[in-house]
């Protein structure tokens, strides 16, 4: 067990020195999501957008939880990608081939993308406080987005290890992550609520796990816990049954790749 | 020399998609040896090799290193050797002591022996004034010393190098042959895979010449071409239409062992070339062949591969994987 730890820590650590030293796209990561999403279009689409049909006070404060769980999709989605570069060059290989528990790397990376991704939730939410939005459900209900982000988190993670490692090569990898993302957040309550989608918009929508979570989340910033926590509950087995799923698909990935 | 056998590789197969990269591969390294396994790319010598480093399965057959099973004692057979995968199998963020301090961990040194033998390392392989430096900024060949520092830092008894001076200037490769000789001085048993013939010649004190999955022959460099019998001549001529011809006037010459016939002429394979170079030409000269180009030479391993693959390992077709 202590082996097991050391692993995991020197693996851990190892993900943070590659992000300390791409100082370029570590801003870039943080700033795009608040930046683009949420002050933008939060501020963009506040006319267009009805209050009748949001049931929000602005569309900033709609849009938030929309926010937090496509920075949940994007890291999560992008999880595998250092995985993916360490299998074409050999890396990998090079640390398989020590005497390391089978799932120290993937667990440290999995610690990587959830603390990273926690950090950025902070920071879009500290940001949409800055704006006005101020959750209703205070620091539980905080603490309890980042759980929900979490459960979503190591769902999609899962799909990109497991996609990083079975793809023949990094152009397969990025093509599928493409056509994945746009149409997971527009095919979810992340941008309008399901009851302004045309229906059959709205029927897809129901089968994506990302619109439970927002469901989820958004009570918690805009109204009071005992409006949200139905959602909340539902959210949580969702993501359950999405996590193990998923799960389950890497861990396979995984096996066949590495023997 | 020991004769304790250090890995054992019986009957090997492995197949992809039903394509075999290893068919019925069987060879044994002796303890303190350089042992070379030379082939073109995709004859199945990296296939071989991530079996021994327990990262493949075998279809059948097994491998043992140091008596320990790959597949069923994977975890002990991992803390046995050291690897040194081709190059690149770097991560160009971090310095050379944090990949050192990385393996150190990932071998669950304490970090006080991982210190002392990081600096013993790193003055081995003459990195120390560059340790602290993104591996980004180092040359090819810095990059390979520090994957051979890598490879050494568990102090394995066996130590696996795959294609160590691919893509290296002529300096750094003596370089790395003069470590791996060393190494094999402490008494380490090195297992390597390379598709250039000098380096097996000058390195390697046995070999394994590997084509489509199988082994062609194994042995010493000297022995390897002292089996071949004799030495060579190579003839080019211009009217390659004659070539039939001129082969069947040669074979059956006194002193003549073999004729073969290549695209452009002949390679003869002779008892001893005073004997044999008046009959050749004088075959030739009956026939009204012109030569173009006579050469002989003494058998080098090259003419070993020829023999045993058909082919010059020049000329063998790239295959698409060498993974």
Redesign the interface.
């Known amino acids: 067990m202590a082996?097991y730890w050391?692993?995991i820590?020197?693996?851990t650590?190892?993900w943070v020195?590659?992000l300390s030293?791409?100082k370029f796209s570590m801003l870039f990561t943080l700033v795009q999501p608040m930046l683009f999403w949420l002050i933008f279009f939060g501020n963009l689409f506040q006319r267009a957008a009805d209050v009748q049909v949001t049931q929000a006070p602005n569309y900033i404060s709609f849009l938030a939880a929309g926010v937090v769980v496509m920075t949940v999709l994007n890291n999560g989605l992008a999880g595998g990608v250092d995985l993916l570069f360490d299998k074409e060059?050999?890396?990998l290989?090079?640390?398989?081939?020590?005497?390391?528990h089978r799932s120290s790397v993937i667990l440290s990376r999995f610690i990587f993308v959830m603390t990273i991704t926690s950090l950025q939730v902070l920071v879009i939410l500290g940001i949409a406080f800055l704006f006005g939005v101020h959750p209703a459900t205070g620091l539980p209900g905080v603490a309890m987005i980042l759980l929900i982000g979490m459960l979503f988190g190591v769902g999609l993670t899962a799909i990109s290890m497991a996609m990083a490692f079975s793809v023949k090569s990094h152009g397969d990898f990025f093509s599928v992550l493409g056509f994945l993302s746009l149409p997971m957040i527009f095919l979810s309550s992340a941008l309008v609520p399901l009851t302004a989608m045309p229906t059959w918009m709205s029927v897809l929508a129901q089968f994506n796990p990302m619109t439970w979570a927002i469901d989820a989340v958004r009570p918690l910033i805009l109204t009071n816990w005992s409006d949200a926590l139905p959602h909340v509950g539902m959210a949580i087995v969702v993501m359950l049954i999405f996590d193990a799923l998923c799960l389950y698909g890497g861990a396979k990935a995984f096996r066949r790749a590495?023997? | 020399m020991d004769r304790t056998i250090a890995i054992d590789v019986n009957r090997l197969c492995k197949s992809y998609d039903g394509h075999k990269a290893v068919d019925d591969l069987s060879f044994q390294v002796y303890a303190g040896e350089i042992f070379g396994l030379l082939g073109p790319n995709g004859a199945g010598k990296s296939t071989t090799l991530r079996t021994l480093i327990t990262l493949l399965h075998p279809t059948s057959g097994t491998a043992t290193v140091l008596g320990h099973d790959t597949v069923r004692e994977a975890d002990l057979v991992r803390t046995l050797f050291g690897y040194v995968p081709q190059e690149r199998a770097i991560d160009r963020f971090l310095t050379g002591r944090e990949h050192l301090e990385l393996l150190g961990a990932l071998y669950h040194l304490t970090k006080e022996e991982a210190a002392k033998r990081i600096a013993e390392l790193l003055k081995l392989v003459e990195l120390e004034e560059h340790a602290d430096r993104p591996a980004k900024t180092y040359s090819g060949g810095m990059k390979r010393k520090l994957d051979i520092a890598c490879g050494l830092l568990p102090n394995p008894k066996i130590l696996f190098l795959d294609e160590p001076t691919l893509g290296l200037d002529v300096q750094s490769r003596l370089r790395i042959w003069d470590y791996i000789r060393m190494l094999k001085a402490r008494g380490m048993t090195v297992v390597m895979t390379t598709n250039y013939l000098d380096e097996a010649d000058q390195l390697c004190d046995r070999l394994a010449i590997i084509d489509c999955g199988k082994v062609k022959t194994i042995g010493s460099p000297a022995e390897l071409k002292v089996a071949l019998g004799g030495d060579s001549v190579s003839l080019t001529i211009k009217e390659t239409a004659r070539l039939g011809a001129l082969a069947s006037a040669i074979k059956g010459q006194p002193a003549i062992r073999t004729v073969n016939a290549t695209a452009t002429g002949l390679d003869i394979r002779v008892e001893s070339a005073e004997k044999a170079l008046p009959a050749i030409l004088e075959a030739a000269n009956k026939l009204d062949c012109r030569l173009d180009f006579i050469d002989y030479h003494r058998p080098r391993l090259d003419d070993v591969f020829i023999a045993h693959t058909g082919r010059s390992l020049k000329d063998a077709a790239p295959a698409e994987e060498t993974t």
Do not use: D
Not at chain 1, 93 to 99: D, T
């Open positions: 082996h050391q692993e820590e020197a693996l650590l190892r020195r590659r030293r791409e060059n050999g890396f290989e090079r640390l398989m081939s020590a005497p390391i590495m023997g």
